[in-house]
């Protein structure tokens, strides 16, 4: 079945840096990668997606790349503001269109 | 986006009693609802997959006896945790999706269990 793998597992960069957090997956027949943002206590967000027919995403500070070749996608946030401190999880669907989540990346923005 | 709504947010029962939590969709017709848990600073663990109309999908390592959805309706699902114990505490979260797979899922607010 499907294997999404994220790291890293913690992430601190301090303010107005840019953030990187990476996400692999195993079935190539995945074509849509959401991302979520899920602050304490509270329902994950989805933040941007990605499907399969594009390389790149933006929307404002936030943007997501995608290499299908190497089974690979990556959320980027710059300019990091403290509100973006939370866990941000990356997903793919399985075979049997059920989305599946990386472990997560506890996001720390540094005053 | 579309509307999730999750009920009870928290709930505190008694080992051995029965708890149930709803999952609806307010403005939209879900197709497939789906049961995650999340322990503490983890990720969310997939349970269940529930379709309208039709019996439950466990995920490996879940018991259906212990854990059962019923997916009455395009816009209620439920999930009963049978004869709670300590360890099955946890926060369980619903999410809804009108299609499968490539479409997003709205995300209930959750619900945290303790069982004492």
């Known amino acids: 079945g499907e294997n999404v793998e994220q790291h890293p597992s913690t992430l601190s960069v301090q303010e107005g840096d840019s953030a990187v957090i990476k996400c692999t997956y195993s079935?190539?027949?995945?074509?849509?990668f959401p991302w979520y943002k899920q602050e304490l206590g509270k329902r994950p967000q989805l933040i941007i997606d990605i499907r399969s027919n594009v390389g790149e995403k933006k929307d404002q500070r936030i943007a997501v790349t995608l290499n299908k070749t190497a089974k690979h996608f990556s959320l980027h946030i710059t300019e990091t503001q403290p509100e973006d401190s939370a866990v941000y999880f990356c997903?793919?669907?399985?075979?049997?269109?059920?989305?599946?989540f990386g472990k997560g990346t506890r996001l720390h923005i540094l005053p | 986006g579309a509307v999730v709504s999750q009920h009870p947010s928290r709930v505190i029962c008694k080992s051995g009693t029965s708890v149930k939590i709803e999952c609806r969709s307010l403005d939209f017709q879900a197709t497939t609802m789906f049961w995650y848990r999340q322990f503490p600073k983890q990720s969310l663990m997939l349970m269940a997959t529930?379709?309208?109309?039709?019996?439950?999908t466990y995920e490996q390592g879940v018991e259906k006896d212990k854990f059962l959805i019923n997916h009455a309706s395009l816009t209620l699902s439920t999930l009963t945790v049978t004869s709670a114990h300590p360890e099955d505490s946890s926060f369980y979260i619903c999410?809804?999706?009108w299609g499968v797979g490539n479409t997003e899922a709205f995300f209930g607010q959750g619900t945290r269990l303790t069982v004492v």
């Open positions: 999410s809804a999706s």
């Open positions: 529930s379709n309208e109309g039709s019996k439950a």
């Open positions: 997903a793919a669907p399985n075979r049997d269109d059920k989305i599946i």
């Open positions: 079935d190539s027949a995945s074509n849509y």
